[in-house]
């Protein structure tokens, strides 16, 4: 009896170690790839030692795997180009808005172009024709005036010499302004030398009109590079934006006057702490025959934005109600007809 329970105890070992051996413990290393697997690590594969069941079902499971790992490169070859195909979408759009802004500015200054075409033809046939009868009426104003000031006329009322004044300060006025239009008629022209910024500003301000209750910040660098550019029609840029500061400042203020290199350009900025201006109204503040003030006809700045073009610079304005104004020009180091962006 003994003898025959031991051989089955025996046998029952031997089939529990076959069975351990065989069964379970590829069915748990199977277990721990799979959970290798499903952390991302596609890598992992099962060693098939059987062609049984066991043997099949790792078969499989490496062949699942080995397809869900091409998924996968495949995935990320596809996102790789999606990526790559954004990035050039990207691109593509940031062009097209460029394109956009380049086109607007581009439309912009053709109607600007045909507007200043058109003035320019408007003022230099009007200013022709009334050149003429204010020289006359002027002079008729000065034989009156030399007439009535005689010692033989002292009956002559005071206010008659006090009108024919002011007739002649009006007419000076009206002079003025017809030989503004005809300077904005007349195609501009150029005489550049090698300039120093630096002097061509402090000369316009010694120039320009300005009150004494105006301070002024001079930031003025001596060891700028000369730039080339025509002394008198930039001097007349400086002294016109200088005043026009100064105005916007009746009860005083602050004139900043700085100048600066910058990536090619010779930068000045012109800045006062005045009433401001409209936003509605500083993209109309270079536009020929546009003026905010009581006198005037609007030709000042739209001058100074031609000569400014003319040296192929950029003015831009910014400006706060309330705040102040700050005008920047760019003048180029290098005249190649290229402006800054």
Known sequence: IIPVGFVIVLVGIGVSYFIASGVVRPVINLVKITERVASGDLEQSVEIRSRDEIGMLASRFNQMTKGLKQLMDEKEGVMIELRGVNEELSSINTELVQTNEQLKDAQEQLVRTEKLA?????????????????????????????????????????????????????????????????????VISLSKIPSDITVVVNEAMSRAKMAENIKVSKNLPSNLPMVMIDVNKIGQVFINLIENACQAMPDGGELQISTRESKGFIEIEIADSGCGIPEKTIKKIFDPLFTTKPKGIGMGLAVCHGIIEKHHGTIDVKSQEGIGTSILIKLPLEDKNARPS
């Open 118 to 186: 058109a003035v320019g033809t408007l003022a230099s046939g009007v200013s022709h024709e009334l050149r003429n009868p204010l020289s006359a009426i002027k002079n008729a104003v000065f034989f009156l005036k030399r007439k009535l000031s005689n010692k033989e006329s002292p009956d002559i009322d005071a206010r008659v010499i006090q009108f024919l004044d002011i007739m002649d300060k009006e007419i000076d006025r009206s002079t003025k302004i017809i030989n503004d239009l005809l300077g904005f008629a007349r």
